[in-house]
């Protein structure tokens, strides 16, 4: 992983040689700080001045895709003409864009039930939030006194095993957060390819140039399907982490950085 502004002369020369551009980020970790709570993950005046005048730039789409709920991240974000991907891509919109994932409806009756039994099994532990997003579940764990970990760990994996065993659902634990979703094959990454196929079929394709930017482990997915596509994929917050990312930044404030530039350049 190569660290975006040691190598930015070649990225440069990448976004400008490329007519049309697609910019995907993350939400939470990526265009806002990491925080206590969800809650508390509020997108600053500087960034949403400049996703909103990147999202003005002709040649170039600017998406947020999330694990929040849709209605969530679109308020969070509240820039009119981008696209907002939620619920890890099971409802998109924006500009060309209308897609619910056609298993939604009869998933989230499942995961509402899922959901009343984790807020009634975990409700109980100080500090664990308990988000019902319709079709995914998350349950934050980050304001939890450290002795009681395990036990968040133990009550969330009896409430889930079950329904994961018989194939109804998947689970993934990321920043201090175990997220329950449906286990159909749909990802980020899916919905960064969905949202390319959107945007290339009234373009030459091989001519958009994908760039993706998130922070966890559910982005991963959304690496690989840039990488596919020859774009650029760029984790924030390095650590020691794994990652198919082929760049990195090192916080929520070098992505504004990166945008600033990108405001510059196109
Ligand atoms: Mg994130």
Redo the contacts with the bound molecule.
Sequence with gaps: MQYVFNVWESIYRRIRQSQNRLLLC?????LTA?VDSPEMAILSDETRKLLGSLAHKSGLLVGVV??RALSDIKERVGIDSIIYAGNHGFEIEGPGIQFIHPLTEELGSIMHLMGTVLKRTLGRIKGVIVEDKGVTLSVHYRMVDDNQLTEVTSAFENTVSTARKLGKVKTTS??KVHEVRPAVPWHKGNAVQLVYDKFATSRKKGQVLPVYL???L??EDAFKAVNDLDGLSIL?GAGSQVSAADYYLNSPSEVNLFLAELLKII
């Excluded at 993350?26 to 990526?30: A, F, K, M, P």
Aim: charged share 40%.
């Design positions: 993350d939400y939470d970790g990526t990491i999330s694990g990321g920043k998130g922070d966890d559910t982005d924030v």
